[in-house]
């Protein structure tokens, strides 16, 4: 029975899946430091989240005569570098900004390791600004949104876990186990018994049985309608009791005696006599 | 009779010329291409002075050169030396201005800085690298000596060219 609940809301939550694509530009990723890790960027739980851009913008600080080369660059997830840019300043002076912009061509975020600065040489790098536009899908911003999302399952699973799961076990049910015990008693009554009451008893057996079927098909649509409408918080409309509990009788009868009612005797009496006289018409010789 | 009729018709057949003009098209496309970056706007630190230093109140103007073939143009920035548009004036304004490479997207481009050429109030780059660098002008003007300006709207242009070697 949990297995067929399972499907079941599995197979409900796939009927809403759908696929469209957001974009976005993360915050400037060196600004605390000239490493970083990318989890930052975009936004949690996204399913498909692609690389497209990275713009990086730093001032070089050297003396002219030194030889200096900036790298900023992205480790690739199992080795090498996804991204790399290097800006050789040797001979040059420092001071002026540098800016760079990059199209990426739509990169798994899930190759891309940590970033970095990396300056060799003689000189530093002050006011990096490093930015990655990205794209995804955000049909997994729940991750029930869809089967493919990831965490699809645990969620699914985590949301069953709360959920009160009774299993219908048709041998704790007494009406089943009272119609066993009463067909066992059946084989040994007389026959000339089983003869009289053998209709009788079985469309008792098959009343049990039938209530049977229809408790499994009512805890089947209760838990159905459950799942259906576990947004609704229902518990609200279930505490609500009457009040004092009881509604009791107001009407009272003054006296306690019903007097005929002489005058609808009368209307009746007189309905009486003129439908028999109606009827007596029909005998009365033709003129 | 008959004769005469069809020669005629002959020679009105051949009496029109053929000729036909095979145009020659061309186009070229821009590789110096100028777009202002950052609109400036005047600070008035003093009564007397319109400057465009961040210190004084104003903002910088920023033109950007993208420039797709190396060492094929030139950036000149000539900063104001007049308002376009002001108020009516009674004194002579001073003008001061400079320009210098404020951000560039090749290192190699740094070297722009050091190699400018400046006469009057234009600045000269030899733009020796493909690749975008912006330019930012400052420019101040005072008025008379000490003298207040007039109440109103300034507005003095930042003239940028890319002109081809």
Redesign the interface.
């Given at each position: 029975m949990r297995k067929l609940v399972a499907v079941a809301l599995l197979a409900l939550y796939a009927t809403s899946a759908h696929s469209e694509y957001l974009y976005g530009i993360s915050g400037n990723m060196a600004g605390a430091g000239h490493t970083w890790g990318m989890n930052g960027i975009g936004p949690g739980n996204t399913r498909g989240l692609r690389v497209n851009g990275v713009f990086y913008q730093y001032t070089p600080v050297k003396n002219t005569e030194d030889d200096m080369v900036v790298h900023v660059r992205n480790k690739r997830v199992g080795g090498g570098y996804i991204f790399s840019s290097t800006d050789d300043w040797s001979g040059l002076p420092g001071g002026i900004p540098i800016t760079k912009g990059f199209i990426i061509d739509n990169l798994p975020i899930e190759l891309w390791g940590d970033g970095s600065i990396d300056v060799e040489g003689t000189g530093s790098v002050i006011d990096a600004n490093v930015v990655y536009s990205y794209k995804y899908n955000n049909d997994c911003l729940t991750p029930m949104s869809d089967p493919s999302c990831p965490g699809y399952a645990e969620a699914v699973l985590g949301m069953m876990g709360k959920i009160d799961v009774t299993t219908y076990d048709p041998m704790d049910d007494k009406n089943i186990t009272d119609v066993l015990k009463e067909k066992a008693d059946l084989e040994a009554d007389s026959e000339q018994d089983e003869e009289d009451e053998d209709s009788d008893r079985l469309e008792r057996i098959l009343s049990g049985v039938d209530e049977s079927v229809l408790t499994a098909n009512i805890i089947s649509q209760n838990r159905l309608m459950y799942s259906l409408t576990r947004n609704s918080n229902m518990n609200p409309y279930y505490i609500k009791k009457l009040a004092g509990g009881v509604y009791k009788e107001t009407v009272v009868l003054d006296g306690g005696n019903l007097p005929d009612n002489k005058k609808g005797a009368r209307a009746g009496l007189a309905q009486q006599i003129l439908h028999t006289k109606m009827v007596s018409m029909q005998y009365d010789p033709k003129e | 009779m008959k004769k005469l009729l069809v020669a005629g018709l002959v020679l009105a057949v051949h009496i029109p010329a053929f000729a036909t003009d095979t145009p020659i098209v061309g186009n070229v496309q821009t590789r110096c291409l100028i777009t202002t970056d950052t609109n400036g706007v005047f600070g008035n630190p003093l009564p007397s002075k319109l400057s465009t230093a961040s210190a004084d109140g104003g903002v910088v103007p920023v033109v950007r050169y993208d420039v797709t073939l190396a060492d094929a143009y030139l950036a000149k920035v000539t900063t104001p030396t007049a308002f376009s548009a002001s108020p009516s004036l009674s004194d002579s304004v001073t003008w001061t201005g400079s320009t210098a490479?404020?951000?560039?997207?090749?290192?190699?481009?740094?070297?722009y800085?050091?190699a400018k050429v400046t006469y009057g109030s234009t600045t000269q780059f030899d733009l020796t690298k493909a690749g975008?660098t912006w330019f930012s002008s400052t420019a101040t003007a005072v008025y008379g000596v000490s003298k207040s300006f007039p109440g109103g709207s300034y507005t003095a242009i930042v003239l940028a060219e890319c002109i081809a070697k």
């Open positions: - | 490479v404020s951000k560039t997207s090749d290192a190699a481009m740094s070297g800085e050091a975008s």
